[in-house]
């Protein structure tokens, strides 16, 4: 199973992400997971993060086309992957936090991007209301947030647009507002099953019954 995962900061993108991980290590599918896309890298050292932090605008979608090409390749090497904002973060980020030129190409090359993709890979477009993120925001801040209060109601927009204009054929669309974390799961295994290969089906049917 190949799954990628987009939504706006707080949207419940990282949790739904565990909580697939756990259910995947059920059900003979270990997840390579990548949930590093935001600028900058929570998973880097402090040092790091503040060293990207300060690259120029240029430099950060530099690197950041770069990464997305070679996870791209992972998406292949790997029977179970899943890529957490990916280039539709980016594409949306970019220019509104990151600096990037009004110009710039992360839209045109995430569309590109997604013509190499596999075939079987499903988009996952987790949403929330705007006064439920503002609430996670104010409840568990991140460290390093990209996003601001005010822009949330654009946000949440742009990541439906970049949903709609998605080419991937395989989409589920989530609203976490009033979900648990189990909920959420269970809603994409419900509509994702439609969307699987027969190989998953079979190791999902083996494991249900172990």
Wanted: overall charge negative; proline content about 4%.
């Amino acid at each position: 199973m190949r799954v990628i995962v987009i939504g706006c900061e707080y949207a419940g993108k990282t949790t739904f992400m565990k909580k697939l991980l756990e259910w995947g290590g059920r059900h003979d599918m270990k997840f390579h997971a990548d949930d590093h896309f935001t600028i900058p890298d929570e998973s880097l050292s402090k040092e790091d993060r503040d060293v990207m932090l300060a690259l120029s605008p240029a430099f950060k979608e530099r690197f950041q086309r770069f990464q997305m090409v070679y996870h791209l390749r992972l998406l292949h090497n790997f029977r179970d992957a899943i890529e957490v904002g990916f280039y539709s973060e980016d594409a949306i980020y970019g220019p509104m936090y990151y600096g990037y030129s009004p110009d710039f190409l992360a839209v045109r090359h995430g569309r590109e991007l997604e013509k190499e993709l596999p075939a079987d890979t499903i988009l996952v477009l987790l949403v929330a209301s705007a006064e439920t993120i503002a609430r996670r925001m104010e409840e568990a801040p991140h460290e390093y947030q990209a996003i601001k209060k005010q822009d949330i109601p654009a946000l949440l927009e742009k990541f439906e647009d970049e949903f709609r204009a998605s080419i991937i054929h395989a989409k589920i669309r989530i609203d976490t507002t009033a979900l648990s974390p189990d909920q959420v799961l269970e809603e994409f295994l419900a509509h994702a099953r439609g969307y699987l290969t027969a190989e998953d089906l079979l190791r999902i049917i083996i494991n249900e019954k172990e």
